[in-house]
């Protein structure tokens, strides 16, 4: 008993396990691509059971019958295909479910009620083109598979804000759908678009089946491109018939770039082939590339979601003309193939290509030669292809015939005139007039009674005259000279200076070079002063307290006062003096006088003047110190016998001197 209640648990427990594996799929959803009666139907449906060894069998029931219609066993996954001849009409109402097995265990799905007629859905749309024009976008959009109008919905929005929705109806009678839509100008938008197809049958008007097609990509939508791209270039000569050209520009600002943007390229590099165009993409904005000498046209263009800009065109002129054949260039080419090409014009100036070029690939310099104007100058380049890239084997200057030029040089002129010395300059014979290669100017002197004649390259166009005597008359005599012979003269006169006149070139250097230093020297002078880059001398300091103005002394009226003191003569202030004693002497140290007082005789005393307790009404003099004290002249001596008497006034310097002769042979004043 026991024994038969564990297996019937085991039974139920495995049976609850399977059942557990078998999970039922999502209800199918059945649909065609288009409206077309023919078209067979798909079934799809989502997987929820991720475990191995399922199968699927799709059934379709007739509720009106009520009986299979078919039974489809599923090949792929999640998936089967309904063939219409299996099915019979389409028309009536179908009950469509899925059943999975696993193991010995089954489970269905749920079923759904539909008309197959009217479930119809088409394939997302696909935007051909968009354009965009101020505030108007114009939209492109694919037909559906039967080529018949549809019910469109976009929905369109600014970054990171809600979606707006809005639907339109296309017509049945256009290979392409289109729809111009309104937005805001100079903003960048995102946009996506959906459709579904429009059911003509009779029990399909009031379906609720009707499918729409999955969303479309989501796109940006940016403002036009208002600007071509200007194109910055730089150039660099690899040295074997090929340059280096690396172009470069700036991408549009964000509102036209948004969305990305693509170049495209144009170039007119191959003179044989004119229509002949290399055409290259790209989403960088730089390009590398490598052409030949000859001028190459350029053109871009950019491109964004919703146009394109305007093209900008650029040309690449050719190198330098050159004026004679370059040597390091070696013809090695003797026969015209698919390989060459070779380019020449006329080049009447020297270095203006004209517009009219002539190209052939089945040429030679040779074989144009007696083809071209004679005496005209004319320019070719030969071109190849050498490891897929064009290069140019030889340029040259070429005249079919050559003869003399018909002008001389113009503007022929004498400077820097010198007592031994003149400068002769002229214009170079133009090209046109040159009438074959230069090959240097011949220039005469005549003068003195005899003539000089000198050679000059054809590139230069200045010539110094040395040799010349003083103040004497010169005419040179300048022409050009090419293969075939020298053309006309351009004379000019002119006289040297005197040897005495004017000043040397090595005394007008020293002359400069002294007047150069003097300014300098002035400029220095004044910008130290001015930006005090020397230290400035000290002004005494004097105390403006110990010295009073005469307007700040007493005005009141003084009377004179007289001093009297005695004057010893220098000659004999070695002498010894019997009568005079040492007090009556005192040296005035600040004036160098020797002075001795009489004495008062009212008072009876002797006594020395305190001349240092002095002060002067007005500021002092800065240089008294040391002054001597002088007698004013004549000073003469008297005999002993009038010395008493004889008395002498005197006024000088302000001071009223009296002398007088005493016995003692000492000069009072």
């Known amino acids: 008993m026991r024994m038969r209640a564990a297996v ?14 078998c999970v039922p799929t999502s209800s199918p959803h059945c649909y065609k691509s288009s409206t077309k009666p023919s078209e067979d139907f798909i079934c ?29 066993e599923c090949t792929k996954p999640a998936q089967a295909d309904i063939f219409l001849e299996d099915l019979g009409t389409p028309l009536r109402k179908t009950d469509i479910w899925v059943q999975t097995q696993v193991g010995n265990l089954t489970c269905n799905s749920t079923k759904t009620s539909v008309i197959l007629e009217c479930m119809v859905k088409y394939s997302k749309p696909c935007i051909i083109s968009m354009k965009r024009s101020a505030g108007i976008l114009n939209l492109t959009l694919d037909k559906p598979k039967d080529n018949r109008g549809a019910i469109y919905e976009i929905r369109w929005r600014e970054r990171d804000s809600e979606w707006q ?17 309104h937005l805001q100008d100079r903003t960048v938008y995102q946009i996506q678009l959906r459709r579904q197809a429009k059911l003509h049958a009779h029990q399909c008007k009031d379906s609720l089946h009707a499918l729409w097609s999955d969303w479309s990509q989501t796109l940006d939508v940016p403002s036009e491109i208002r600007h071509a791209p200007v194109i910055r270039r ?8 090929s340059r280096e050209i690396n172009l470069f520009w700036d991408a549009p600002p964000h509102e036209e ?11 007119w590099d191959w003179p044989c082939e004119k229509n002949k165009r290399k055409k290259r993409k790209t989403k960088d904005q730089s390009y590398n590339t490598t052409i030949a000498y000859s001028e190459v046209k350029i053109s871009i263009v950019a491109f964004n979601n919703v146009g394109h800009s305007p093209r900008q065109h650029i040309v690449i002129p050719a190198v330098k003309h050159l004026n004679y054949c370059n040597s390091d260039m070696h013809l090695n080419i003797t026969k015209a193939d698919n390989k060459t ?119 230069q166009s200045s010539f110094l005259i040395k040799e010349l005597h003083p103040g004497a008359s010169y005419t040179v005599s300048i022409s050009g000279r090419t293969k075939a012979g020298n053309g006309p003269n351009s ?9 005495e006149m004017g000043l040397s070139w090595q005394d007008q250097t020293i002359l400069i070079v002294c007047v150069v230093a003097l300014l300098c020297t002035v400029i220095c002078s004044v910008a130290a002063r001015r930006l005090k880059l020397l230290p400035e001398v000290p002004i005494p300091v004097i105390d403006a307290a110990e010295f009073r103005c005469p307007e700040e002394q007493d005005q009141r009226p003084k009377l004179e006062e007289v001093h009297e003191f005695i004057l010893l003569l220098r000659q004999d202030l070695s002498k010894r003096r019997e009568n005079v004693t040492p007090e009556q002497s005192t040296l005035l140290q600040d004036f160098g006088l020797v002075v001795f007082e009489e004495e008062d005789e009212e008072d009876g005393e002797g006594g020395v003047t305190d001349f240092s307790s002095m002060k002067s009404c007005c500021y002092p003099n800065p240089s008294y110190r040391g002054q001597m004290l002088q007698l004013p002249e004549p000073f003469h001596m008297t005999d002993s016998t009038s010395r008493d008497s004889e008395t002498e006034p005197t006024y000088r310097d302000g001071l009223f001197f009296e002398t007088r002769v005493l016995e003692c042979d000492i000069t009072s004043l």
Request: with cysteine; proline share 4%; charged share 25%.
């Open 491 to 499: 004379t000019v006169n002119f006289e040297t200076h005197s040897k």
């Open 8 to 21: 019937l648990v085991l039974v139920v427990f495995v049976s609850l396990t399977e059942a557990a594996r």
């Open 44 to 72: 799809k449906w989502d997987e929820r059971n991720p475990e191995k060894g399922q199968k699927h069998t799709l059934h379709i029931w007739d509720p009106e019958k009520n009986s299979f219609r078919m039974h489809v």
């Open 165 to 181: 929705n809005k639907t339109f109806e296309t017509k049945d009678s256009t290979t392409e759908d289109f729809h111009m839509h």
């Open 257 to 267: 770039s948004a969305g990305g943007v693509k170049y495209i390229l144009k170039f």
């Open 234 to 241: 730089k150039e660099k000569d690899l040295k074997n018939g």
């Open 341 to 459: 090409c070779l380019e020449w014009y006329k080049l009447e100036d020297g270095e203006t290509r004209p517009e009219t070029v002539q190209s052939s690939g089945k040429k030679l310099i040779k074989d144009i030669k007696n083809e071209v104007e004679n005496y005209v100058r004319h320019y070719y380049f030969l071109h190849t292809i050498r490891n897929k890239q064009y290069q140019t084997a030889i340029m040259c200057p070429f005249y079919s015939k050559e003869r003399a030029p018909n002008h001389g040089p113009a503007n022929v002129n004498i400077s820097d005139i010198t007592h031994e010395s003149a400068v002769l300059s002229w214009l170079s014979i133009p090209v046109a007039a040159q009438q074959g290669f230069l090959q240097h100017y011949w220039i005469w002197i005549s003068g003195q009674g005899n003539t000089k004649f000198h050679q000059v390259p054809a590139n």
